[in-house]
Nanobody, 119 residues
Framework: QVQLVESGGGLVQAGGSLRLSCAAS????MGWFRQAPGKERKFVAG????????YSADSVEGRFTISRDNAKNTVYLQMNSLKPEDTAVYYC????????????????WGQGTQVTVSS
């Protein structure tokens, strides 16, 4: 069983930054997803167990960076140049099957953390 706990969400002004953390047990690829009110959950970024491969959605490319520190069992999502449209609940997820870009590729999910970007 993989347990995931997100932290680091909050309220920030447009153009600001936040760093999300996900405490993760287990040898898994990890992903970040987000879900805005009334919309489907969407892939944001993913990283393999070794950290050698990462992938980001076009909407966040160049602004968000995913990384991990396996010694601390933690995955991070550094979010810079935030925009109001980044407002959503952000979820971290774990996959034993490798890096995936859809929610179906992840077996384990955290409870989510709210990110609100004001204009």
């Amino acid at each position: 069983q993989v347990q995931l706990v997100e932290s680091g969400g909050g309220l920030v002004q447009a153009g600001g930054s936040l760093r999300l953390s996900c405490a993760a047990s287990g040898r898994t690829s990890m992903g970040w997803f987000r879900q805005a009110p009334g919309k489907e959950r969407k892939f944001v970024a993913g990283i393999t167990w070794t950290g050698a491969t990462t992938y980001s959605a076009d909407s966040v490319e160049g602004r968000f960076t995913i990384s991990r520190d396996n010694a601390k069992n933690t995955v991070y999502l550094q979010m810079n140049s935030l925009k109001p449209e980044d407002t959503a609940v952000y979820y971290c997820a774990a996959s034993r099957s490798g890096l995936a870009t859809t929610s179906l590729g992840y077996e384990y999910w955290g409870q989510g953390t709210q990110v609100t970007v004001s204009s």
